[in-house]
């Protein structure tokens, strides 16, 4: 399964997401139910307090999706962490978040946080906008191929440190390296050959896609 999370937005920021044709199975977060029914997708679940929508809308959308979860406006979690919550008990290869990076800073910041909730559960997941794609990793060995549409790759220190960092197969190549907060040492590397693999032993390491 492949699960695509919307989020409120803002939609610039948000690419068309008919293109993500291999999801099968979409959330609408809140306003993110609208951004998915106005972009003409049906919504396996809309969830969310839906404070920020027309009483008569959110009726509609829900009744266009095939399931829905409505929850108090007062509650310790946010619409998106409930969100995430239900995306990881259904136990997906793969996690697709929009709409979530934009706007307020808190939220962004947050909603980069919580992904550390599909690190938890070995999750493969990703925030999307216009012009970034990243990802939270905890220790191990991964692969990246090379994406001509993000040219850019950047490894950056979630964790105060990320200790024995290696990357082959990209422009600037790390051999046993800790990286540190604060350091630009491993930003806007590139990649040399068509797939590029990075480990690390210790920390959360944060890793972007980029274009200018």
């Not at 929850?71 to 996690?95: G, R």
């Not at 990802?135 to 990320?162: A, E």
């Not at 604060?182 to 896609?209: D, H, Q, R």
């Amino acid at each position: 399964m492949k699960i695509g999370i919307v989020a409120a937005g803002p939609t610039d920021e948000i690419p068309d997401l008919n293109q993500y044709t291999d999801i099968n199975y979409w959330i609408g977060v809140d306003e993110g139910s609208k951004i998915l029914y106005d972009s003409g997708i049906q919504a396996n679940l809309v969830m969310g307090d839906f404070d920020s929508l027309d009483e008569d809308l959110v009726e509609h959308i829900k009744a266009c999706a095939q399931s829905n979860k409505e929850f108090s406006s007062i509650k310790d979690e946010t619409d998106l962490e409930l969100a995430f919550i239900e995306a990881i008990n259904l136990s997906p290869e793969q996690v697709l978040v929009f709409g979530a990076t934009g706007g307020r800073l808190d939220h962004a910041w947050m909603n980069v946080q919580l992904m550390k909730m599909f690190a938890d559960h070995n999750i493969d997941a990703w925030l999307i906008n216009n012009q970034n794609e990243m990802t939270l990793k905890l220790p191990g060995t991964y692969s990246i191929m090379k994406d001509s549409s993000f040219p850019f790759v950047s490894f950056l220190p979630f964790s105060s440190k990320v200790t024995n960092l290696n990357l082959s197969g990209f422009r600037y190549p790390l051999v046993d390296t800790t990286i540190v907060q604060g350091s630009s040492l491993t930003i806007s590397n590139e990649w040399s050959e068509k797939k590029g693999t990075y480990f690390f032993t210790s920390g959360i390491l944060l890793v972007i896609k980029s274009r200018d």
